[in-house]
Nanobody
C-alpha cells in the first residue's frame, strides 16, 4: 500500500490543524492505521492508532483529549484532528499501516509509511 500524507502547516498555540493520509494500492480496510511524529533531534514517537473498522482508537498520553484519529474506509483515508496545539507538537507527522492483527505503538511494528507532513506550532 502507498500512503500520502497531507494537510500539515503552521498554527498558533491553542489552534487546530487536521492532517490526512490517503492510501492506495491495497484494500485499505485491511490495515490498522497510526500516526507517528518526529521532532528535530528526537526519535519517532507514537501519536495515535485506529483499528481497521475505526471502532477502537489509542492515543499517546501527550495528545489524549486534544487529538482525534479517524478513518473513512470508503475514501481510503485516515485523519488526525489536532486541537489545542502546543509548541511541543511541532514535528513531522507520519502515517503508517500495519498488516498484522492488533494495535501497536512500536515504530517497527508498522509495515508501510507515508512521506510525512510538517506541523509547526508557534507560541
Amino acid at each position: 500500500v502507498q500512503l500520502q500524507a497531507s494537510g500539515g502547516g503552521l498554527a498558533q498555540a491553542g489552534g487546530s490543524l487536521i492532517v490526512s493520509c490517503a492510501a492506495s494500492g491495497r484494500t485499505f480496510s485491511n490495515y490498522r492505521m497510526a500516526w507517528f511524529r518526529q521532532a528535530p533531534g528526537k526519535e519517532r514517537e507514537f501519536v495515535a492508532a485506529i483499528s481497521w473498522s475505526g471502532s477502537r482508537t489509542y492515543y499517546a498520553d501527550s495528545v489524549k483529549g486534544r487529538f482525534t484519529i479517524s478513518r473513512d474506509n470508503a475514501k481510503n483515508t485516515v485523519y488526525l484532528q489536532m486541537n489545542s496545539l502546543k509548541p511541543e507538537d511541532t514535528a513531522v507527522y507520519y502515517c503508517a499501516a500495519r498488516v498484522h492483527p492488533g494495535q501497536s505503538m512500536g515504530v517497527t511494528d508498522y509495515d508501510y509509511w507515508g512521506q510525512g507532513t510538517q506541523v509547526t506550532v508557534s507560541s
